[in-house]
């Protein structure tokens, strides 16, 4: 029985060790959350090529082929809900994940600093999320 105490007690003290060795540096978690809302802004000011100034190029490409001409046109298209602010980020790596009060972006970080990956993004149980904006 004090075995299991024991092991029920050193199971979240190496978690929360293990979490915090992963802890990405605040300046990180800002440039996202920057990028984040810079998109969000441009988006919602309806200045679709500035917007799309902050896509990565795989998204761009998808915007601009489908549904097209151009990623602007295709931005608008999509119809993003309004954003708003951002409540929380969670960066991973080169990858990173912002929820904001009315949408989720991902974004990845590139040779361009970091990019939207996908936009207009909504949850789904047990599954990926839904994105309106994404490349392939």
């Known amino acids: 029985m004090r075995a ?19 802890s990405v540096p605040q ?10 809302e810079r998109f969000s802004a441009r988006a919602a ?9 902050l ?8 915007l601009a ?11 608008t298209e999509a119809g993003l809900p309004f954003a708003g602010s951002v409540r929380s980020t969670a960066v991973y790596g080169r990858h990173a994940q912002v929820t904001l009060d009315g949408d989720t ?7 361009e600093g970091w990019r939207v990956v996908a936009a207009g ?11 309106e904006v994404k490349g392939d």
Do not use: I, K, Q
């Not at 300046?27 to 984040?36: E, I, K, L, P, S």
């Not at 896509?55 to 998808?62: G, I, S, Y």
């Open 65 to 75: 082929g489908t549904p097209g001409p151009t990623c602007a046109a295709g931005l």
């Open 27 to 36: 300046d990180r978690a800002d440039t996202v959350a920057a990028t984040a």
């Open 4 to 22: 299991r105490r024991a092991a029920a007690l050193l199971v979240p003290a190496l978690a929360v060790t293990v979490l915090a060795g992963c």
């Open 45 to 53: 000011a309806r200045d679709m090529s500035a917007a799309c100034a």
């Open 105 to 111: 972006y991902f974004l990845a970080l590139s040779t």
């Open 55 to 62: 896509l990565a190029p795989t998204v761009r490409d998808e």
């Open 121 to 131: 993004c909504t949850p789904r149980t047990d599954r990926p999320y839904d994105c």
